[in-house]
């Protein structure tokens, strides 16, 4: 028997309601509008050679795939409450303040959960290397962090909301 995968996704209730609302505008909007391209391509005449009624069809099918992967994330989606995040502990919803013992460096990460990752600011995915090292960890821990260029070393120096 196979093994059963758990495919939940972590979010922070920032990052849910942010793939509620784009649902919502591609169901509500967008689909209204590549429907009413592809009506004003049809009556063109001849759809065969008609590159109008081909790029709203393209449209309208890569529209359907992201809302289709909006709700499968909806779907496998829980929501980290704040009840539920200590702040003594490195988790999804917080940010750590950690000093690179190698360079000297001090960066803020926020820990978020995969499809909220920003790293150009700073906000990080649970399931990146960095933030699996730092999860579960607490103030004063020293965590070596295994990257491709080779190993980083992070002193956690505070844990905040």
Do not use: C, W
């Not at 972590?10 to 591609?26: C, F, N, R, S």
């Not at 001849?46 to 590159?51: F, K, T, Y």
């Not at 709203?56 to 995040?85: C, F, G, P, S, T």
């Amino acid at each position: 028997m196979d093994n059963i995968v758990n495919d939940e996704m972590l979010l922070t209730q920032e990052g849910y309601d942010k793939i509620v609302a784009e649902h919502d505008e591609l169901v509500s909007v967008k689909r209204a509008e590549v429907a009413e391209r592809i009506k004003e391509a049809i009556s063109y005449g001849d759809i065969s050679e008609n590159a109008e009624y081909d790029s709203a069809k393209n449209e309208q099918a890569e529209l359907e795939e992201r809302i289709h992967k909006l709700e499968e994330m909806m779907r496998k989606a829980r929501i980290v409450q704040e009840e539920d995040v200590r702040g003594d502990v490195v988790n999804v919803g917080l940010s750590v303040k950690v000093k690179n013992m190698d360079e000297g460096d001090v960066e803020v990460f926020a820990i978020v959960g995969a499809t909220e990752s920003d790293p150009f600011s700073n906000r990080i995915s649970n399931e990146s290397s960095v933030g699996k090292a730092l999860i579960g960890n607490k103030v004063g821990d020293k965590v070596a962090v295994e990257i491709p260029d080779g190993i980083i070393n992070y002193e956690i120096l505070e844990i905040f909301k």
